[in-house]
């Protein structure tokens, strides 16, 4: 079974601190790497996505991937309370040839407290 | 990225009765899916809907249960049918826009909330 792993949280982070978000896969042959943002009652958005191994940064996300270790990661600096939300981490390309499709993790609910 | 919308926004059903749920783009896209998010849950995927043919379905899924049309670029729709209380769940497509992107990213529209009582 090809999956997608989040720690569900909640992670808590004071105003200003940096926000740690983690992500392991199974299938070592995934290609892309992509996490959404998905606000209570919203549906998800996404805000980046890897495909390299090392870090992409944008604004105050920076995604970063290691694939020998099959882990995917966001850290969001200067956290503020309009980043809490629950973060989706998705992968594809994941059981070889419907490289397409994503495969989503359970979501980690992120809580900035000012 | 690309305008999605969806019809209903929500909905309250009867167990038994069916609902069809739209999604229109603002332009052409070559893939479009259906994702269903159950209370507390990630997405789990529906379906590919497939331009002018049969659908493309996950496992646990049939067609009889969620019968999607996809008539053109820029249109789906997705029925579910006979419905139960374990249906109620949020209802997303989402499209790929592979000709501005070769990575698969996927955008999705503002979802449909059914409840079945």
């Known amino acids: 079974q090809k999956e997608v792993e989040q720690n569900s949280g909640p992670l808590s982070v004071p105003e200003g601190a940096i926000a740690s978000l983690n992500c392991t896969y199974s299938d070592r042959g995934s290609q892309s790497f992509f996490w959404y943002r998905q606000y209570s009652g919203k549906s998800p958005e996404l805000i980046m996505f890897i495909y390299s191994n090392g870090d992409k940064e944008d604004g105050r996300f920076t995604a970063q991937l290691n694939k020998a270790s099959q882990y995917v990661s966001l850290l969001i600096r200067d956290s503020q309370p309009s980043d809490s939300a629950t973060y989706l981490c998705?992968?594809?390309?994941?059981?070889?040839?419907?490289?397409?499709?994503?495969?989503f993790g359970k979501g980690t609910l992120l809580t900035v407290n000012p | 990225s690309a305008v999605i919308s969806q019809k209903p926004s929500r909905d309250i059903c009867q167990r038994g009765t069916s609902l069809t749920i739209q999604c229109q783009v603002d332009s052409q896209v070559t893939m479009m899916f259906w994702y269903r998010q159950q209370p507390g849950q990630s997405l789990t995927l529906i379906a590919t809907a497939n331009q002018g043919s049969e659908a493309t379905y996950e496992s646990g899924f049939v067609i009889d249960k969620f019968p999607i049309s996809r008539p053109n670029l820029t249109f789906s729709t997705l029925t579910v049918s006979n419905m139960s209380p374990e249906d109620s769940s949020i209802y997303l497509c989402s499209v790929q826009l592979a000709a501005q992107s070769s990575y698969n990213e996927q955008f999705f529209g503002p979802g449909t909330r059914l409840t079945v009582l």
């Open positions: 998705a992968v594809n390309g994941m059981g070889g040839g419907s490289n397409y499709k994503l495969t």
